[in-house]
């Protein structure tokens, strides 16, 4: 007959592995539509494949009207982002975020009172890893206002930190990565291995890593909401067929980007 374990055997065990709760990590698959809108998105890998997670993002939220791509490759959002609304990575600096900021101060307003305005918008910007520590200060200032402020904005923010091939094996996200941690991004996104001294994502190191491996992307929910004892990891695979073809922002600025050109 089997003898029941005494209760001071529980606490004994539970005194030997005091962080076994914190360890439980969720390995699920990752769906792009359950993020919520003016949330802050880091992504980390490798050119290619930042482009293309960006393009599925924006493919799961094609009733976003209105947004700004700010990178040193623009050449993946032709044709699925009016002209108008992509800028070239020399570009960002503090005038373009403050013209931003002051666009979708208007926008939420007038959404008070009119219904049929849709005040949101999304800011992307995708970036090497050196030019992001280029930036100017009044830049830093200004794009980490626009963080802050983004649910007061209705924006939702995209930084991605592209890491040169040669780099992969050489650097964690000890750099610009590390930086952009501590804005507190609501998910993380790791495309190429990365190792970080950051507390929360030790716990989760080797999860990521075997994500990795297997081909896909490591997603981690950062927010603060994950302060506490669960800690949550998904694994996620982008369809690349989908994403060939689409278009997102606003009839209106179709129009407009087409009678500039011509």
């Known amino acids: 007959m089997p003898t029941k374990r005494s209760s001071k055997s529980n606490e004994t065990s539970k005194k030997e592995n005091p962080d076994k709760e914190k360890e439980v990590l969720s390995v699920n698959r990752f769906h792009m539509n359950h993020i919520l809108p003016n949330n802050l998105l880091l992504i980390m890998g490798c050119p290619e494949m930042t482009d293309r997670l960006i393009l599925d993002y924006l493919d799961f939220n094609l009733d976003l009207p209105i947004g700004l791509v700010i990178s040193d490759n ?32 208007t926008a939420s307003k007038r959404a008070i009172d009119n219904i049929e305005q849709d005040p949101r918008a999304f800011c992307i910007i995708t970036l090497k890893e050196n030019a992001f520590s280029q930036l100017s200060s009044n830049t830093w200032t200004r794009l980490k206002q626009l963080i802050n402020e983004r649910h007061r904005l209705n924006l939702t923010v995209i930084l991605a930190v592209n890491i040169e091939r040669e780099q992969r094996q050489e650097q964690g996200v000890d750099g610009i990565g590390a930086v ?39 997603v981690v929910n950062y927010g603060k909401n994950c302060e506490s004892c669960r800690f949550e990891v998904y694994w996620y695979h982008i369809n690349r067929e989908r994403i060939k073809h689409f278009r997102i922002c606003h009839p209106k600025y179709w129009e407009k980007s087409t009678r500039l050109k011509s």
């Open 74 to 105: 623009l050449e993946p959002y032709k044709g699925k982002v009016p002209d108008i609304f992509l800028f070239p990575g020399k570009d960002l600096d503090e005038t373009l975020l403050s013209n931003l900021e002051s666009r979708q101060k």
């Open 180 to 218: 952009l941690l501590k804005y507190d991004p609501n998910y993380v996104f790791f495309l190429t291995k990365h190792l970080h001294s950051d507390t929360k994502l030790e716990k989760c190191a080797q999860t990521i890593e075997n994500i990795i491996q297997k081909g896909e992307i490591a």
